[in-house]
């Protein structure tokens, strides 16, 4: 992201901790006015001028979308007011904001079911060949994806949805797992995947928490995927950040070492 879209997107993420009155609705609404904008070139390129005075783009926003969410009127013309570094980072920043604002609005597991999503994604190749294919409609590939966790939330079927209708050359797998991040991120916590050889118990759930607690000053919501080939102990993923516990690994580092 460029330097300009870095300064505009902290200016949006305050106007969100600042505003009253917001509702997985205004999020929603800030989610569909990003797709609009993505969809009109001549709408995108206006927004996206970076000479342009904020009062005009503001007000031109409102005026091609129409009645909008009085909260989702307010937080987009801040964004649009703001200079974004290219179009693309303009879009970017709207999802952005409209998936910080369901998150922060919603008491839902959105993190969760997020995860979810995105691991039978990652098991059924078809499934994500078709979410991933510039062919068929958005509402076909809405459906398609609400198919695969029953009883998914409003809340996470408003973010899933969004992405499959406007990927923009994006992987869904990539577009669910950054979503995930932003809902946690919003919610003050970060995202950390643990694999385990079985199912964690309270007391080894509390002592991973309490690792991650310790290491990264932020409590984080634990994804768990449960995987015997680790033997036993655990792995834990946090964005590029890999803690490895598990006792593959030590029967693998003392087989190199008898080897060596």
Do not use: C
């Not at 995927?225 to 950040?241: C, K, M, P, R, S």
Request: proline share 1%; charged share 25%.
């Amino acid at each position: 992201m460029g330097s300009a879209s870095r300064v505009a997107l902290t200016a949006a993420k305050a106007a969100v901790t600042k505003a009253s009155g917001l509702s997985v609705a205004t999020g929603v609404a800030v989610l569909d006015a990003g797709r609009a904008i993505g969809n009109t070139p001549a709408l995108r390129g206006a927004l996206s001028n970076r000479v342009a005075e904020a009062s005009a783009k503001g007000a031109l926003v409102i005026g091609v979308l129409g009645k909008l969410d009085s909260s989702a009127q307010a937080l987009l013309k801040v964004i649009v007011g703001e200079t974004w570094s290219s179009a693309t980072e303009l879009l970017d920043g709207i999802e952005e904001i409209g998936i910080r604002v369901v998150a922060q609005s919603s008491k839902d597991d959105i993190e969760a079911e997020l995860f979810a999503v995105g691991r039978a994604v990652a098991a059924n190749n078809e499934l994500e060949l078709s979410l991933n294919s510039k062919r068929g409609s958005a509402e076909a590939k809405t459906k398609l994806a609400a198919s695969v966790l029953k009883g998914m939330s409003d809340s996470t079927a408003a973010i899933v949805g969004h992405l499959v209708s406007a990927p923009r050359g994006r992987r869904i797998r990539t577009l669910l797992s950054h979503a995930e991040t932003l809902v946690a991120d919003q919610r003050g916590r970060g995202v950390a995947v643990v694999t385990v050889a079985q199912a964690f118990d309270s007391a080894q759930r509390d002592r991973v928490l309490g690792i991650l607690s310790k290491r990264y000053n932020r409590e984080h919501h634990i994804d768990e995927i449960v995987d015997a080939d680790i033997l036993g102990g655990f792995t834990i993923q946090v964005g590029n950040d890999t803690i490895d516990a598990s006792i593959r690994s030590r029967l693998t580092e003392l087989s190199s070492k008898l080897a060596g």
